[in-house]
C-alpha cells in the first residue's frame, strides 16, 4: 500500500491539475462567444458567394476565365486546417485521420496528391506521413481576412500554374459547442449547380461590367472568402472542443481526487490502528 506521503502529495498533485483544467475552460468559454458571433456572421456572405459562382459556371464557358478551366484532374491539393494548439479532444486527431482516408481512396484517381496545412497539428500529424506541399501556421489563433487572402493568392497562383487541377477544403465546421462536423468543400475548379428540369426557356443574364471583369473580382474573392469562413469555423469548433475536453478532464480529477481521499484515509486509519495495536501489545507485555 502506498504510503500516507505520496498519497497526499498525489492528491495535491491533481488539485493543481484540476484548476488549470477549470482555467483553460474558463478561457475558452469566454473566446467561444467571439469566435461563434465571427462565424454566423459569415457565413451568409460566403455561402451566398458560393451560390452565385456555382450558377455563374452553368451559365458560362470555362474559357473565360483561367478558375473556371476544366481539365483532366491528375493532380489534387488537400487543404487541411487544424489548430496550433492541443488539449482539444479529438478535433484534430479526427480530422488529420479524416484526411489521410480521403487520400488513401484518391491515390488511384490521381497521378498526384499533395497536402497544405494551416495550422501547427495539421502540419505535425503529416508531415511525417507524406510530403507537405506548404504549411502556414500561427495563423489561425486570431484569423484575418489579410491572411485568408494571402493563403487564397498562394492557391490561384498553383492552379493557374498548373501544379494542381483540383482543390479540396478539409475543416472542422462548427455546430454546438460539443459537435464539429468534418466537412469536405471542393474550391477549384467551381462546381456547377445541378439544376432541375423543367419547361421553362432559359434565363438570359446580363452581366454589367462585362463578364470577364466580373469574373476576375469575384472568383478570386470566393476563395479568399471560403478560407476565411474554414478558419473561423475551426477556431470557433477548437474553443468548444476544448471545453468540452476541459470539463471532462475536470470531471475525472474530481473524482481521482474522491478516490485518492477515501484511499488515504483507510491507510491513515490502519496506521492509527497498528500503532493502538502496538501500543496495547506493548502494555500487555509490561503487565505480563
Known amino acids: 500500500?502506498?504510503?500516507?506521503?505520496?498519497?497526499?502529495?498525489?492528491?495535491?498533485?491533481?488539485?493543481?491539475?484540476?484548476?488549470?483544467?477549470?482555467?483553460?475552460?474558463?478561457?475558452?468559454?469566454?473566446?467561444?462567444?467571439?469566435a461563434q458571433e465571427n462565424v454566423v456572421a459569415a457565413r451568409p456572405y460566403a455561402k451566398k458567394l458560393g451560390e452565385v459562382l456555382q450558377s455563374l459556371a452553368g451559365n458560362l464557358e470555362g474559357d473565360l476565365h483561367p478558375l473556371l478551366e476544366k481539365r483532366e484532374a491528375k493532380k489534387l491539393l488537400l487543404i487541411?486546417?487544424?489548430?496550433?494548439?492541443?488539449?482539444?479532444?479529438?478535433?484534430n486527431t479526427n480530422l488529420c485521420k479524416a484526411g489521410e482516408r480521403y487520400i488513401k481512396e484518391k491515390q488511384g484517381a490521381f497521378e498526384q496528391i499533395s497536402v497544405m496545412t494551416v495550422g501547427r497539428?495539421?502540419?505535425?500529424?503529416?508531415?511525417?506521413?507524406?510530403?507537405?506541399?506548404?504549411?502556414?501556421?500561427?495563423?489561425?489563433?486570431?484569423?484575418?481576412?489579410?491572411?485568408?487572402?494571402?493563403?487564397?493568392?498562394?492557391?490561384?497562383?498553383?492552379?493557374?500554374?498548373?501544379?494542381?487541377?483540383?482543390?479540396?477544403?478539409?475543416?472542422?465546421?462548427?455546430r454546438t459547442v460539443m459537435t464539429q462536423d468534418i466537412t469536405f468543400q471542393q474550391l477549384l475548379p467551381?462546381?456547377?449547380?445541378?439544376?432541375a428540369v423543367v419547361d421553362?426557356?432559359?434565363v438570359e443574364y446580363i452581366y454589367e461590367p462585362s463578364v470577364g471583369e466580373l469574373l476576375a473580382e469575384i472568383l478570386p474573392k470566393n476563395i479568399?472568402?471560403?478560407?476565411?469562413?474554414?478558419?473561423?469555423?475551426?477556431v470557433a469548433g477548437e474553443h468548444?472542443?476544448?471545453?468540452?475536453?476541459?470539463?471532462?478532464?475536470?470531471?475525472?480529477?474530481?473524482?481521482?481526487?474522491?478516490?485518492?481521499?477515501?484511499?488515504?484515509?483507510?491507510?491513515r486509519q490502519a496506521a492509527i490502528t497498528t500503532e493502538l495495536m502496538e501500543i496495547i501489545s506493548g502494555s500487555e507485555s509490561i503487565k505480563g
Open 190 to 195: 467551381v462546381v456547377p449547380e445541378e439544376k
Open 240 to 267: 468548444g472542443a476544448r471545453m468540452t475536453a476541459m470539463d471532462s478532464a475536470s470531471k475525472n480529477a474530481s473524482e481521482m481526487i474522491g478516490k485518492l481521499t477515501l484511499q488515504y484515509n483507510r491507510a
Open 224 to 234: 479568399e472568402v471560403q478560407l476565411f469562413k474554414s478558419m473561423l469555423e475551426s
Open 1 to 34: 500500500m502506498a504510503s500516507l506521503k505520496s498519497i497526499k502529495k498525489r492528491i495535491v498533485s491533481v488539485k493543481n491539475t484540476r484548476q488549470i483544467t477549470k482555467a483553460m475552460k474558463m478561457v475558452s468559454a469566454a473566446k467561444l462567444r467571439r
Open 80 to 91: 487541411v486546417v487544424t489548430s496550433d494548439r492541443g488539449l482539444c479532444g479529438g478535433f
Open 200 to 202: 421553362e426557356a432559359p
Open 121 to 174: 497539428k495539421g502540419y505535425e500529424y503529416f508531415k511525417n506521413r507524406l510530403t507537405v506541399y506548404k504549411n502556414f501556421t500561427g495563423v489561425i489563433s486570431k484569423p484575418t481576412y489579410q491572411v485568408a487572402a494571402k493563403l487564397g493568392q498562394e492557391v490561384i497562383d498553383g492552379f493557374q500554374e498548373g501544379e494542381y487541377d483540383q482543390v479540396e477544403l478539409l475543416y472542422n465546421s462548427f
